[in-house]
């Protein structure tokens, strides 16, 4: 207790006493007091006049209310919107569930009226009522692995009522039951196992079904035990239920159901196996998602079978919309699932049965504790740009994030509290609104915001105030001038001249009016003062001499003066900031030049040109060889016995040059081929500049000898000779082997003909027979 009530002192310091944050005002682009109140929560503006200067800024006028009144800004001057909160309905809390329906929670409606920015707290209060009304609803998975479970459940469910009327004397009790959709893959859809999906030696098993309401909300224990006598056992064919179905309709169906407008709703869901869930649907062919309605007909769930299953999302939010707190009385098989699931459902908790159910009745007591001794403020969706916080006043407070409160161990008829801080970002066109609540109770506080983004400063009636030249009236504090006045304090008279051609004056490239630092008066730009007293200059008061570049913190080193942004530097300095002294000790190289005339000397230090590094620009790493780029230039000056007729392809970048028999320079000897095709090797020294060199040529080219063209001739008429002969080999080596085919072939088919034996009609025998007919033959 000491330690709870130390914890809430150094709140109260922190949040208004000794760690108070320092109130700022971030400003840019103020002309007016409502950019002003609505460019940060501790901006305040002062109406009075004459509060700035002539050529001064009216942005000036717009700071914290501290600054103001430190430059003289008179209290009652100041415009600085406040947060306001109207409470409209606040019922005590109440002690105990009558006849009336109970308040649990204060105040039921408040009005806020917020600064954009700026966080506003009030209080709200809870006490839950000794009491109050119970509706529980049992559902129970009734696929064939739940056979013994389902006859424990028909034997206690007097134990249930008891346990109810323990936790309340106003309790009612429904029942349903769920197996899976009665489609494959998750049920057998044989028409005789759809009748009697159990097994055969099972005599009572009803049909195959997804889910079934069995009984309304009743007090009556006797038409719970009957109801549930009459169930009997079904089956299916996957381990995994459809228990996000039988949930979703449970929840939506209130009228089936028999919900009560007061009272804490609770659904126990009693299985041993998973659950499938949205996207499961498509096994088996269904793609069109739960719309999260009530489609019971008959106490049947009529859309089962056409329907997908919901996603747990879907089921959460109708859960937390309808206040129905969920019990998942699972074994001990599938604990961690649901211990999962409970993460993603708010008000939602786990029991473990035993292998047949024997503990449900103890189960769903313990468990009804854990809900109702945990408190859980939270909201809605919220508006845009608004944003709440809450902060437990409990004893057992748990850190569950900003974005709810919750309080552990709270006893009925104890009262707690929670500060809630709402916060708007920015100015809201029309009233908005939210609800909080308190998880699974019907309790609500609704919370109705609007901005006060206005400016009230009374301005004096009139337009012609003397103030402003008797050309204009009073907003604000500042001058707001009528048709053909111009200027802070409407002093310059358009006449016939065109205002807005006037004001284009003062734009640079039809940019900002005077760069948004000076007025336009009379088409010139007559500047403001800076914040550190100096003033902006320039034809459209686009320089300041604030805004140089800095070297130790100090503006242009302290050598030198800024200037439009330019640093100005006194004699013996250099560099963008001035922060160093004219010097080229550490530019000289060994010949005496500045960074070998390939760079400049800045501030002690050799800034190199064209791709050459320092320290001196001595080398280039990535710039192309010099003996490919002088390549040309040395191939002419081989062959050529002037320089001069090498000009126009040296340009003057070879300064002297010399045919050697020997190298004598220490360089990197170049070995190139020339235009001819002859390698020629030569050596470069750079001198100092960017592109010049010495050169050192070899006399000697390496020139490659010329072809042999009677041999080439010769050999290409003796390979085609050859190439022509093994051509014609290969002809006749063909068509031999064609020959022999045939041949073959045909002395195969004459092996295979068969000769008749015949006359030939067309034969005649040579021989002539004549017979003597007076022969008689003696």
Known sequence: MDWCVLSLLLLMLGKHGLCQQEEVCSKSAITSCKDCITSGPYCSWCKELNFTKGGEQEAARCETRAKLMARGCK??????????????????????????????????????????????????????????????????????SMKDDLANVKRLGGNLFDALNKITKDAKIGFGAFVDKTVLPYTNTNEEKLKKPCDESEAQCQAAFGYRHVLSMTPSRDVFRQ????????????????????????????????????????????TDAGFHMAGDGKLAGILEPNDELC????????????????????????????????????????????????????KSVVGVLSSDSNNVVQLIESAYNNLTSKVTVTHDILPDNVRVEYLALCEHRINEGPNKGVCDQVQAEKEISFEVTVTVDKCL???????????????????????????????PEGSNHIHCNSTGSITCGI?????????????????????????????????????????????????????????????????????????????????????????????????????????????????????YGRGNCECNQCKCKGGYQGPQCKDCSGCPSACLTKLSCISCLSLSKSKENCNNVCNNTISEY???????????????????????????????????????????????????????????????????????????????????????????????SKWANADNPLFQNPTTTVANPLFTGE
């Open 75 to 144: 209290r009652e001057e100041i415009i600085s919107p406040q947060n306001t909160e109207e409470i409209k309905q606040q019922d005590p809390l109440s002690k105990s569930s009558g006849s009336t329906e109970p308040v649990q929670m204060t105040p039921q409606k408040i009005d806020l009226k917020l600064r954009p920015g700026l966080p506003h707290t009030f209080k709200v209060s809870f006490k839950r009522a000794e009491g109050y009304p119970v509706d529980l609803y049992y559902l129970m998975d009734l696929s064939y």
């Open 227 to 270: 109801k549930v006598a009459e169930q009997y056992i079904s089956g299916n064919l996957d381990s995994p239920e459809g228990s996000l179905d039988a949930m979703m309709q449970a929840a939506v169906c209130g009228d089936k159901i028999g919900w009560r407008n007061s009272s804490t709703r609770l659904i126990v869901l009693a």
């Open 295 to 346: 489609h019971m007909t008959g106490n049947l769930y009529e859309k089962s079978n056409d329907m997908d299953y919901p996603s747990v999302g879907q089921l959460a939010m109708q859960l937390e919309k309808n206040n129905i707190q969920p019990i998942f009385a699972v074994t001990e098989n599938v604990k961690n699932v649901y211990m999962e699931l409970t993460k993603m459902i708010p």
């Open 429 to 459: 066109e029309e009233e908005k609104s939210f609800t909080i609540s308190p998880l699974g109770i019907k309790d609500r506080l609704t919370v109705t915001i609007s901005t006060n983004c206005e400016c009230q400063c009374n301005d």
């Open 479 to 595: 001058c707001k001038c009528n048709q053909g006045f111009v200027g802070q304090f409407c002093n310059c008279a358009v006449g016939t001249k065109d205002e807005s051609s006037l004001r284009a004056t003062c734009r640079r490239q039809n940019g900002t009016e005077c760069e948004g630092r000076g007025d336009c008066v009379c088409g010139a730009c007559q500047c403001h003062t800076t914040e550190q007293g100096t003033s902006y200059h320039g034809k459209y008061c686009e320089c300041d001499d604030e805004h140089c570049e800095k070297y130790d913190n100090k503006l242009c080193a302290g050598n030198g003066k800024c200037n439009c942004g330019q640093c100005r530097c006194d004699p013996g300095y250099q560099g963008s900031a001035c922060q160093c002294k004219v010097s080229d000790e550490g530019c000289r190289t060994s010949d005496g030049s500045i960074c």
């Open 658 to 752: 010399k045919k050697v028999e020997k190298f004598n320079l220490q360089s990197k000897e170049c070995n190139q081929k020339d235009s001819e095709g002859c390698w020629i090797k030569f050596k470069l020294e750079q001198l100092t500049g960017m592109d010049n060199y010495n050169a050192e040529i070899l006399t000697k080219r390496e020139c490659p000898e010329p072809p042999n063209v009677i041999a080439i001739i010769a050999g290409s008429l003796a390979a085609v000779a050859v190439i022509g002969i093994l051509l014609l080999m290969l002809v006749k080596l063909l068509i031999h082997m064609k020959d022999l085919k045939e041949f073959k072939k045909f002395e195969n088919e004459k092996k295979k």
